[in-house]
């Protein structure tokens, strides 16, 4: 009889601690987006127009979109970090649109977690190259085209070339938190 009564007040228990720990972990922002769902997460969270089209690109701290119109005049892009530690996913972080962005090139540096590198691609950037010296990466970039790019952290020079190879000055580097 005991038994009985010990397995009555024992499953209410488990499913009340069951029940506490998902609020935990849903009020206090440990569980992000993921990946690959990034770019709804900022069409739905930002209202962007599901007309317009959008790039992006992330890596294992940082992700960036760029979306636009189809007359290439407006734009709104999302930028999403990886907190590390005890959470999961990617969090917003920032967006919006920039005449910056519009009419040039602006890098945004995002500390340990990496830089950003946005435009809507008036100077016809075809490829942004960085690296170190010794170990040098290359992202290839449609020079008709709106980008976003993530660059890791510490890496060193950054260089973008249009696609005659003359190299193209970034208009604004910026620094977050």
């Given at each position: 009889?005991?038994?009985?009564?010990?397995?009555?007040?024992?499953?209410?228990?488990?499913?009340?601690?069951?029940?506490?720990?998902?609020?935990?972990?849903?009020?206090?922002?440990?569980?992000?987006?993921?990946?690959?769902?990034?770019?709804?997460?900022?069409?739905?969270?930002?209202?962007?127009?599901?007309?317009?089209?959008?790039?992006?690109?992330?890596?294992?701290?940082?992700?960036?979109?760029?979306?636009?119109?189809?007359?290439?005049?407006?734009?709104?892009?999302?930028?999403?970090?990886?907190?590390?530690?005890?959470?999961?996913?990617?969090?917003?972080?920032?967006?919006?649109?920039?005449?910056?962005?519009?009419?040039?090139?602006?890098?945004?540096?995002?500390?340990?977690?990496?830089?950003?590198?946005?435009?809507?691609?008036?100077?016809?950037?075809?490829?942004?190259?960085?690296?170190?010296?010794?170990?040098?990466?290359?992202?290839?970039?449609?020079?008709?085209?709106?980008?976003?790019?993530?660059?890791?952290?510490?890496?060193?020079?950054?260089?973008?070339?249009?696609?005659n190879g003359i190299e193209l000055?970034?208009?604004?580097?910026?620094?977050?938190?």
């Amino acid at each position: 009889m005991k038994n009985k009564r010990k397995t009555k007040l024992i499953i209410p228990g488990i499913a009340i601690c069951v029940v506490l720990a998902l609020m935990i972990v849903l009020f206090t922002g440990v569980i992000g987006v993921s990946a690959g769902n990034i770019e709804n997460d900022a069409r739905k969270s930002q209202k962007i127009d599901s007309t317009w089209d959008g790039t992006g690109t992330s890596n294992d701290k940082i992700a960036a979109y760029i979306f636009y119109d189809t007359g290439l005049e407006y734009h709104t892009f999302s930028v999403y970090l990886n907190r590390g530690g005890f959470s999961f996913g990617y969090f917003f972080f920032e967006g919006g649109s920039s005449s910056i962005i519009t009419n040039g090139i602006q890098m945004i540096m995002y500390g340990e977690n990496g830089s950003v590198i946005l435009s809507m691609n008036k100077d016809n950037v075809a490829k942004i190259v960085y690296g170190d010296g010794e170990d040098v990466a290359e992202i290839t970039v449609d020079p008709a085209k709106p980008f976003a790019a993530v660059i890791p952290a510490n890496c060193g020079s950054i260089a973008l070339y249009n696609e005659n190879g003359i190299e193209l000055p970034i208009t604004v580097i910026e620094q977050r938190s």
